[in-house]
Protein backbone atom coordinates (compact mmCIF):
# COMPACT_ATOMS: atom_id res chain seq x y z
CA UNK A 1 0.00 0.00 0.00
CA UNK A 2 1.30 3.33 -0.57
CA UNK A 3 0.31 6.86 0.43
CA UNK A 4 -0.78 8.95 -2.02
CA UNK A 5 -0.31 12.95 -1.82
CA UNK A 6 -3.70 14.85 -0.91
CA UNK A 7 -4.61 18.08 -3.25
CA UNK A 8 -4.94 20.78 -1.36
CA UNK A 9 -7.53 23.78 -2.10
CA UNK A 10 -7.28 26.25 -4.19
CA UNK A 11 -5.73 23.53 -6.63
CA UNK A 12 -7.92 23.15 -9.94
CA UNK A 13 -8.22 19.83 -9.73
CA UNK A 14 -10.48 19.59 -6.86
CA UNK A 15 -13.04 21.09 -9.73
CA UNK A 16 -12.93 18.17 -12.04
CA UNK A 17 -15.98 16.63 -12.37
CA UNK A 18 -15.36 12.16 -11.80
CA UNK A 19 -16.38 9.61 -13.96
CA UNK A 20 -18.08 6.04 -12.88
CA UNK A 21 -16.22 3.16 -12.19
CA UNK A 22 -15.87 0.92 -15.28
CA UNK A 23 -15.26 -2.18 -13.69
CA UNK A 24 -13.80 -2.94 -10.21
CA UNK A 25 -10.22 -4.74 -11.18
CA UNK A 26 -7.13 -5.24 -9.30
CA UNK A 27 -6.40 -1.51 -10.04
CA UNK A 28 -9.54 -0.06 -8.55
CA UNK A 29 -9.27 -2.22 -5.25
CA UNK A 30 -5.11 -1.17 -5.21
CA UNK A 31 -6.68 2.54 -5.87
CA UNK A 32 -9.60 1.78 -2.42
CA UNK A 33 -6.49 0.32 -0.53
CA UNK A 34 -4.13 3.35 -0.83
CA UNK A 35 -6.87 5.62 -0.26
CA UNK A 36 -7.29 3.93 2.64
CA UNK A 37 -3.92 3.87 3.73
CA UNK A 38 -3.90 7.68 2.60
CA UNK A 39 -7.19 7.99 5.09
CA UNK A 40 -5.81 6.81 8.28
CA UNK A 41 -2.35 8.16 8.10
CA UNK A 42 -4.31 11.81 7.63
CA UNK A 43 -6.63 11.10 10.67
CA UNK A 44 -9.53 11.65 7.67
CA UNK A 45 -13.11 10.19 8.15
CA UNK A 46 -13.54 10.32 4.06
CA UNK A 47 -11.58 10.57 1.28
CA UNK A 48 -12.67 10.94 -2.40
CA UNK A 49 -10.36 9.44 -5.25
CA UNK A 50 -10.27 13.74 -6.41
CA UNK A 51 -8.37 14.54 -3.78
CA UNK A 52 -5.70 12.30 -4.81
CA UNK A 53 -6.11 13.36 -8.00
CA UNK A 54 -7.87 10.24 -9.48
CA UNK A 55 -11.22 11.10 -11.30
CA UNK A 56 -13.22 8.37 -11.01
CA UNK A 57 -16.57 7.38 -8.38
CA UNK A 58 -14.22 6.27 -5.48
CA UNK A 59 -15.26 7.02 -1.95
CA UNK A 60 -13.40 5.75 1.56
CA UNK A 61 -14.70 6.26 4.76
CA UNK A 62 -14.76 5.51 8.62
CA UNK A 63 -16.22 7.14 10.82
CA UNK A 64 -16.19 4.75 13.60
CA UNK A 65 -14.71 5.85 17.04
CA UNK A 66 -12.32 2.50 17.08
CA UNK A 67 -11.68 3.10 13.12
CA UNK A 68 -11.34 0.25 12.14
CA UNK A 69 -14.47 0.20 9.98
CA UNK A 70 -13.74 0.79 6.71
CA UNK A 71 -16.30 1.82 4.32
CA UNK A 72 -15.88 1.48 0.59
CA UNK A 73 -18.47 3.26 -1.93
CA UNK A 74 -17.90 3.09 -5.45
CA UNK A 75 -20.43 4.90 -8.20
CA UNK A 76 -22.08 5.85 -4.55
CA UNK A 77 -25.57 7.48 -5.20
CA UNK A 78 -28.19 8.95 -2.88
CA UNK A 79 -31.35 7.04 -3.43
CA UNK A 80 -33.30 9.01 -0.28
CA UNK A 81 -32.84 12.27 1.64
CA UNK A 82 -34.59 13.35 4.82
CA UNK A 83 -36.39 16.71 4.66
CA UNK A 84 -35.07 17.35 7.77
CA UNK A 85 -31.96 19.15 7.63
CA UNK A 86 -28.89 19.29 10.28
CA UNK A 87 -26.09 21.32 10.33
CA UNK A 88 -22.26 20.56 11.44
CA UNK A 89 -18.81 21.69 11.35
CA UNK A 90 -16.99 19.91 8.85
CA UNK A 91 -13.24 19.33 8.03
CA UNK A 92 -11.83 18.48 5.01
CA UNK A 93 -8.31 16.96 4.37
CA UNK A 94 -7.81 19.01 1.33
CA UNK A 95 -8.55 22.40 3.51
CA UNK A 96 -6.40 21.58 6.66
CA UNK A 97 -6.92 23.47 9.87
CA UNK A 98 -9.98 24.87 8.30
CA UNK A 99 -13.58 24.01 10.23
CA UNK A 100 -17.05 25.47 9.35
CA UNK A 101 -20.71 25.11 9.66
CA UNK A 102 -22.68 23.43 6.52
CA UNK A 103 -25.99 22.35 6.16
CA UNK A 104 -26.86 18.56 5.19
CA UNK A 105 -29.96 16.44 4.74
CA UNK A 106 -30.25 15.05 8.13
CA UNK A 107 -30.52 11.32 6.96
CA UNK A 108 -29.19 10.08 3.66
CA UNK A 109 -30.15 6.26 1.89
CA UNK A 110 -26.85 5.16 -0.33
CA UNK A 111 -26.63 2.72 -3.01
CA UNK A 112 -22.86 1.96 -4.09
CA UNK A 113 -20.64 -0.34 -5.15
CA UNK A 114 -18.35 -2.15 -2.35
CA UNK A 115 -14.38 -3.54 -2.76
CA UNK A 116 -15.39 -6.25 -4.41
CA UNK A 117 -17.79 -4.58 -6.57
CA UNK A 118 -20.99 -6.53 -4.94
CA UNK A 119 -23.80 -3.39 -4.97
CA UNK A 120 -24.87 -2.68 -1.68
CA UNK A 121 -27.12 -0.36 0.44
CA UNK A 122 -27.23 1.27 3.81
CA UNK A 123 -28.48 4.41 5.52
CA UNK A 124 -26.50 6.72 7.00
CA UNK A 125 -27.26 9.57 9.75
CA UNK A 126 -24.73 11.92 11.99
CA UNK A 127 -21.38 11.99 11.37
CA UNK A 128 -22.09 9.51 8.19
CA UNK A 129 -24.14 11.30 6.72
CA UNK A 130 -22.55 14.57 6.31
CA UNK A 131 -19.50 12.18 5.53
CA UNK A 132 -21.02 10.51 2.44
CA UNK A 133 -22.82 14.50 1.25
CA UNK A 134 -18.92 15.85 1.63
CA UNK A 135 -17.67 13.18 -0.13
CA UNK A 136 -19.93 12.79 -2.76
CA UNK A 137 -19.43 16.92 -3.52
CA UNK A 138 -15.90 15.88 -3.97
CA UNK A 139 -17.20 13.52 -7.31
CA UNK A 140 -19.47 16.31 -8.53
CA UNK A 141 -15.78 18.36 -8.10
CA UNK A 142 -17.17 20.71 -4.72
CA UNK A 143 -15.11 21.48 -2.07
CA UNK A 144 -16.83 22.34 1.72
CA UNK A 145 -15.88 25.74 1.25
CA UNK A 146 -18.05 26.72 -1.52
CA UNK A 147 -21.07 26.43 0.80
CA UNK A 148 -20.06 29.39 2.75
CA UNK A 149 -19.76 33.05 2.13
CA UNK A 150 -17.14 34.58 -0.78
CA UNK A 151 -15.68 36.79 2.07
CA UNK A 152 -14.88 33.64 4.21
CA UNK A 153 -13.69 31.51 0.98
CA UNK A 154 -11.44 33.76 -0.48
CA UNK A 155 -9.30 34.57 3.12
CA UNK A 156 -9.29 30.68 3.13
CA UNK A 157 -8.22 30.71 -0.44
CA UNK A 158 -5.32 33.24 0.71
CA UNK A 159 -4.52 31.23 3.54
CA UNK A 160 -4.43 28.39 2.11
CA UNK A 161 -2.00 29.89 -0.92
CA UNK A 162 0.04 31.10 2.26
CA UNK A 163 0.33 28.21 4.16
CA UNK A 164 1.41 26.03 0.98
CA UNK A 165 4.22 28.51 -0.01
CA UNK A 166 5.61 28.45 3.80
CA UNK A 167 5.72 24.78 3.14
CA UNK A 168 7.48 25.01 -0.48
CA UNK A 169 10.21 27.67 1.02
CA UNK A 170 10.69 25.09 4.17
CA UNK A 171 11.56 22.42 1.17
CA UNK A 172 13.94 23.96 -0.61
CA UNK A 173 15.79 25.32 2.84
NI1 LIG B 1 -13.18 16.77 1.89
Known amino acids: ?22 QVDDRIRRLV ?28 MDTSDSRDQPRVLINPEI ?6 MHVSDEGCLSV ?8 RHARVTVRALG ?33 LSPLKRDRIKSKMLKKSREEQSRIRR
Open 33 to 60: DDMLATMYDAEGVGLAATQVDVHERVIV
Open 79 to 84: TARSAE
Open 115 to 147: RDGQPYEFEAEGLTAVCVQHEMDHLIGKVFVEY
Open 1 to 22: MALLPILRFPDPRLHTIAQPVA
Open 96 to 103: PTIYDRVE
